[in-house]
């Protein structure tokens, strides 16, 4: 079959060989794909796989040899799903690679906010620490974590190994779940209505899919029942923060922080409120990107094409 991967410089940018999905079939690999080729590129291929190149409903008309579309990641919104279950084609994606990579990055973004290790780096190499002539200095709040409310937002697989890191650092663990299941085995935990969670937590992170029933969910309304000490972290979709709301909250003190992996438009533009707020950290959704999580993302997603090719897909989403 005629394999066409869209935008693989993200999974392989020299270091995750497509040997694996290179083995299921006559493979061509774009690193990007810009809208207007999108067609001309996957014409006759039977198997298209795109991690963020949208495929909508009058570019998979355009598509009649196109049989299976494999995501190259967890989300799957970049797929007309409902057009593509017109068309008999089948729409698989790779729901678990990078659980403890984003739950970790999670942490870090944490312990950088309590501690701001690369902010005391740069004042040492400033001569901050040498002028102030005591054996040790700071310029920021540090804090410890043990004892502090962690908030989940969505307590699937990631929201889950989150809870466990937080657990292991001392914390309370508060989290909400549209089917909250069995609850974890340690303790302190508590089952909590999302309201309370942002009332609550010292920490929320967010962890859910993005829809269109929580779109901008995090805004200013949520934003004031927050601890004014109290810090965001958001690896999930950046769709579910207003971030013109979110800027002035932390511009006006009225929460301590921010983390985000995550934005509503990737990469984002210059004038991106963000940018200029207070007490903002950013990242270039980098949480899901160790070379450990996108091997295993290349070997589903080469077990995704083989079950297809097999006639028994598996991890199908329409």
Request: one cysteine or more.
């Amino acid at each position: 079959m005629k394999i066409v991967v869209l935008d693989g410089h993200t999974l392989n940018p020299g270091d995750n060989s497509w040997d694996p999905v290179a083995a299921q079939g006559e493979l061509t690999v774009y690193d990007r794909t810009p809208s207007h080729l999108i067609v001309e590129r996957a014409a006759g291929a039977e198997i298209v796989l795109t991690n963020k190149t949208p495929l909508d409903g009058p570019t998979l008309a355009a598509l009649p040899a196109l049989r299976f579309i494999a995501v190259l990641a967890t989300g799957y919104n970049v797929v007309d799903l409902a057009s593509a279950r017109r068309q008999g084609i089948a729409v698989s994606n790779v729901p678990e690679y990078g659980t403890d990579s984003v739950a970790q990055h999670v942490m870090a973004l944490l312990l950088a906010f309590v501690h701001r290790p690369e902010r005391h780096n740069r004042l040492i190499r400033q001569g901050e620490w040498q002028r102030c002539g005591d054996f040790c200095f700071w310029n920021a709040p540090l804090i410890e974590l043990a004892g502090k409310r962690m908030g989940i937002v969505g307590f699937g697989r990631i929201g889950r190994r989150v809870g466990e890191l937080a657990h292991a650092l001392g914390m309370e663990v508060l989290a909400c779940n549209t089917s909250p299941g069995t609850p974890p085995g340690y303790q302190p935990f508590a089952w909590r209505p999302m309201e309370a969670i942002f009332a609550e937590a010292d920490i929320v992170s967010l962890h859910c899919p993005l829809g269109a029933n929580n779109q901008g969910m995090v805004n200013r309304q949520r934003l004031a029942t927050m601890k004014p000490n109290a810090l965001l972290i958001n690896t999930a979709r950046g769709g579910l923060v207003n971030e013109q709301d979110l800027a002035d909250a932390l511009n006006e003190g009225r929460i301590a922080g921010a983390a985000l992996d995550v934005l509503t438009v990737e990469p984002p533009p210059e004038e991106t409120p963000l940018f200029a707020a207070k007490n903002c950290l950013i990242t270039p959704h980098i949480a899901w990107a160790t070379l450990e999580a996108r091997r295993r993302l290349m070997e589903i997603t080469a077990a995704n094409i083989a079950a297809f090719q097999r006639g028994a897909p598996i991890h199908v989403v329409n």
